[in-house]
């Protein structure tokens, strides 16, 4: 007998969620998902750098920028990418349907959506997909819209943080998809982020640009950068609070929870990277300038060789200098030190690993472990999580099908 296991419902004040299937997905799960404000909320957002960037993302950089949003449509099994006018005209009409039936400009309603490029949205399935989730828009679907985004996501991706803020209490939600197409400076990532706390346009901003470089800047699982990335913080002021500045008392607070929240967040995704077994902290020190030591922690996290030899519980540094040798950053080889969590595998440029091999193994087999290393060519540092590479990995990728 199976007993089903009932989720303890996720509550944002103001806010409503709904999911709904309407055939997008070959396997019938949810496929539409709907966030609604009761009030317009204040939003600050990041989209993909990808030149092809897909329809909803035009239309999201567009109506963020004004700075208010108060629903947001996804459709998941179609990313809606690569399509031209057809594909434009088909995201306002989602957006248009939304608005008419909450009663609110369409200039408030953000579209996104996620799955195959180069494939025409079913415009009349959304349709319908969006129709029966406005009917079953609730304070506590927060599990059913999150259903309604994932794609080959392999289990659930959401946080939350309760704090006190001007003497109120607080809740701040994130609800997020992302498994493949993971690269540092966004991914393919659909991350909402939600909070009843009344914020600043300008505080906002600087909390989320604050959280970006150690949580959804930071992640790698391919190194393949989408066409649909979206990261949106809304904040609709329901909790009561006087409104956040970036000199309130409370702020730092509040800007620490949302780092906390999505930095969380993100790590869930690189695990759940397609066929991984492995997250990888990789750590670069001593650096001339902050952008040699990210070179050196990209170079590493995208390095197929790097990367297998993770999958393989293999301490073996050879992989690992190579890649910082090539990476571009500026250091004396002869100075290099590089540990697998507190073990030295090599020291003054000279791998020791075979003096250490049982410690530095046991640690390469673990679920999760940090790399660090350290250039001796100055004060800068920087950081990434990586995924491992494994054959599921390029059997998945290989007839890919959402």
């Not at 966030?35 to 939003?43: E, F, G, K, L, M």
């Not at 990209?298 to 910082?324: E, H, M, N, Q, W």
């Not at 090539?326 to 590089?338: M, Q």
Request: one cysteine or more; hydrophobic letters at 45%.
């Amino acid at each position: 007998m199976k007993v089903q296991v009932r989720r303890a419902p996720i509550l944002v004040e103001g806010f409503r969620f709904a999911g709904a299937a309407c055939g997008l997905k070959e396997s019938g799960k949810r496929d539409v998902a709907l966030i609604v404000s009761d009030v317009p909320a204040t939003a600050v957002g990041v989209f993909t750098t990808n030149r092809v960037k897909a329809a909803p993302v035009h239309i999201g950089i567009e109506r963020v920028r004004a700075g208010r949003v108060q629903a947001v449509v996804v459709n998941s099994g179609n990313a809606n990418a690569f399509t031209g006018r057809q594909g434009l005209a088909a995201a306002r009409s989602m957006t248009a349907l939304v608005a008419k039936q909450l009663g609110i400009a369409a200039r408030l309603v953000v579209p996104s959506s996620t799955g195959r490029i180069g494939v025409q949205l079913p415009l009349a399935r959304a349709q319908r997909g969006i129709r029966d989730a406005l009917r079953t828009l609730s304070p506590a679907g927060f599990h059913d819209a999150l259903e309604g985004i994932m794609t080959t996501d392999a289990f659930a991706k959401f946080g939350v943080e309760r704090l006190p803020i001007d003497g109120r209490s607080v809740t701040i939600a994130v609800l997020a998809k992302g498994a493949g197409m993971i690269a540092p400076n966004m991914a393919t990532l659909l991350v909402y982020v939600l909070t009843d706390a009344a914020v600043s346009r300008t505080a906002l901003r600087r909390a989320l640009r604050a959280a970006l470089p150690a949580s959804f800047n930071a992640i790698v699982v391919d190194g393949d950068m989408s066409t649909n990335d979206t990261v949106l913080l809304l904040a609709n002021g329901c909790a009561g609070n006087r409104t956040l500045q970036p000199a309130s008392r409370d702020y730092p607070a509040f800007a620490a929870a949302i780092a906390r929240v999505l930095r969380a967040t993100a790590r869930m995704i690189v695990k759940d990277g397609e066929g991984a077994t492995k997250l990888v902290d990789i750590v670069v020190r001593g650096a001339k300038t902050a952008r040699e030591a990210t070179r050196v922690a990209d170079a590493i996290a995208r390095s197929p060789l790097c990367k297998t030899a993770f999958f393989g519980g293999d301490p073996y540094a050879g992989r690992l200098v190579c890649a910082a040798g090539y990476s571009g950053a500026r250091f004396d080889p002869d100075r290099l030190d590089v540990w697998l969590d507190d073990v030295a595998i090599v020291r003054r440029g000279v791998e020791v690993v075979r003096a250490v091999e049982r410690r530095a193994s046991r640690i390469a087999a673990q679920p999760e472990y940090t790399v660090t290393l350290d250039l001796h060519a100055g004060t800068a540092s920087a950081m990434r999580m990586a995924s491992d590479l494994t054959v599921d990995y390029v059997r998945f990728n290989s007839d890919y099908r959402t």
